[in-house]
């Protein structure tokens, strides 16, 4: 059964008879889930479970954004209260080795945490640079606000992720650190020239090209392309994440129903795909929203059919670990006692 280029939420806790009905006809690749469809694990693993049932690929992506800090989906005590990136940044500015095995072993922790209960994806790590006196939206987030530092942190995120069991995603390309506004409410624009951007915004996104997945971010490069946010942009995805950057991996939308895109989310998940984007991400979960986008997805064939194929192939099965023991490591780490 081939899918369909794009990924969906779901309402509530369990899908609905509509959901599956809709699921089953339209055959999302994916689905992602937030905080709305969290109460507990077995809850977790049937909707995951359902979901995969309805679509008939038992292979079938479940994404959640699970960074830590604010943006951590599940929450204690169904999980470990995870350190925003920028606890792993502050050590390693002061102890670097120390620094990427503490974001290594978070990001397995992290992983197997959601391995456990069929999540399979999880939108990490943040590779933005952030610039000063820009939007919050990124903040702790971020891991550094110098590149190399970014890229290091960001390949032991990937590192750890992947031998948890999950497939990170490397967002919000090819950078949303100079945002002067939050694009879940309003369009970015920055100004910033082409020369500045590969020296310092580019850089951590280009480090990492290897990774499986990746994330468009919905900001104007005015440089690049005065137009259209980088979701929509033939030029910004083609030129720099694809050109400059070298990304080949599977490329999707930010969510699609944020307030920076205007114009409907079926126009806009058309325009995202012609782009160049693999696949269009809608998250809130409304049922009209959700068959706008269907309607705009076309099978997932080609390069793009071959990059969901070749990221899924990077899921590997997982041995037993000690979940108290990698916490503790992580935990003595980021307290300074370097073990």
């Known amino acids: 059964m081939t899918a369909r280029a794009f990924i969906s939420g779901c309402k509530g806790l369990a899908l609905s008879a509509d959901e599956r009905a809709f699921f089953s006809d339209a055959e999302p690749w994916g689905l992602i889930l937030f905080g709305r469809n969290i109460e507990g694990h ?3 693993r049937a909707l995951c479970a359902d979901f995969r049932d309805v679509v008939g690929r038992d292979d079938a992506p479940v994404l959640i954004d699970q960074e830590g800090g604010r943006v951590q989906r599940i929450r204690p005590p169904l999980c470990e209260a995870h350190p925003p990136a920028a606890r792993y940044g502050a050590l390693y500015a002061a102890e670097p080795a120390s620094g990427l095995e503490a974001a290594r072993l978070g990001a397995e922790l992290l992983a197997r945490e959601l391995s456990a209960i069929g999540i399979t994806v ?3 790590p943040v590779l933005d640079l952030p610039a000063d006196g820009m939007t919050q939206a990124i903040g702790d987030r971020a891991y550094a606000d110098e590149a190399d530092a970014v890229a290091a942190l960001g390949r032991a995120v990937i590192e750890g992720a992947l031998a948890g069991g999950v497939l990170p995603v490397i967002k919000h390309m090819p950078g949303h650190g100079r945002a002067t506004v939050d694009s879940h409410y309003q369009l970015p624009r920055v100004a910033a020239d082409r020369a500045t951007l590969e020296a310092s915004d580019f850089r951590p996104f280009k480090a990492l090209a290897d990774a499986p997945l990746g994330m468009t971010g ?3 490069f005015e440089a690049i392309d005065p137009d259209r946010p980088g979701t ?3 030029v910004v995805i083609e030129e720099i994440i694809r050109g400059h950057i070298g990304f080949d991996g599977l490329l999707m939308t930010d969510d699609l129903s944020m307030k920076a895109l205007s114009g409907g989310v079926g126009a806009s998940a058309a325009a995202a795909l012609v782009a160049g984007c693999d696949v269009a991400l809608h998250c809130n979960g409304d049922m009209g929203e959700m068959q706008q986008v ?8 080609g390069r ?3 990059r969901a194929a070749r990221a899924l192939s990077r899921l590997a099965p997982l041995g037993e670990v000690d979940m108290a023991a990698l916490a503790s490591a992580r935990d003595r780490l980021l307290s300074g006692a370097v073990a």
């Not at 269907?294 to 064939?301: G, S």
Request: charged share 20%.
């Open 42 to 44: 077995e809850q977790i």
């Open 122 to 124: 999880d939108c990490l």
């Open 218 to 220: 919905h900001i104007v």
């Open 232 to 234: 929509l942009s033939p």
């Open 294 to 301: 269907a309607a705009a997805a076309p099978r997932l064939e």
């Open 304 to 306: 793009s059919a071959e």
